[in-house]
């Protein structure tokens, strides 16, 4: 049995835009379904909004999200944050572009991308939806 862990975010009515964006930082394959492709909208102006949305970036990896119907209280962003591992130096320069992505363009660095006391590439921001994200790569070792 294999188990995999996956997060799934939960938008105010960006989950769209949010996944979107999430595509072109990381790739992969993005399928979107509405309350209203499942009869499931109380309000007509909530039709649109993502009841499930994946994006598939690789085997291992996907992220899920969706908005949250009406009257659902939510704090998004607050209880979780998402990790990024990756232990290849090589991949280190694309997981920098990765966390530039997500913290410029309305995000924040919370802690810049840098090497960590404890030899890894380290680095914390908050996207322009709320998100946290923590980026950890292996670091080069050049000598």
Known sequence: MSIRISPYLNFAGSAREAMSFYREVFGGELTIDTFGDYDMAENPEDRDKVMHS??????????????????MPLD???QVSVAV??????????????????ST????????????????????????????WLFDG??????
Do not use: H, Y
């Open 54 to 71: 994946q994006l598939q970036v690789s085997p291992e990896l996907s992220i899920m999200a969706s908005d949250a119907p009406p009257g």
């Open 76 to 78: 998004t962003g607050a």
């Open 85 to 102: 591992f990756d232990d290849d130096p090589a991949e280190t320069e694309r997981l920098g572009r990765m966390f530039e992505a997500l």
């Open 105 to 132: 363009d309305g995000g924040q660095v919370t802690v810049p991308f840098e090497k960590a006391p404890w030899g890894d590439v380290f680095g914390m921001c908050v996207d322009r939806f709320g998100i946290s």
């Open 138 to 143: 292996a670091a080069r070792n050049d000598g």
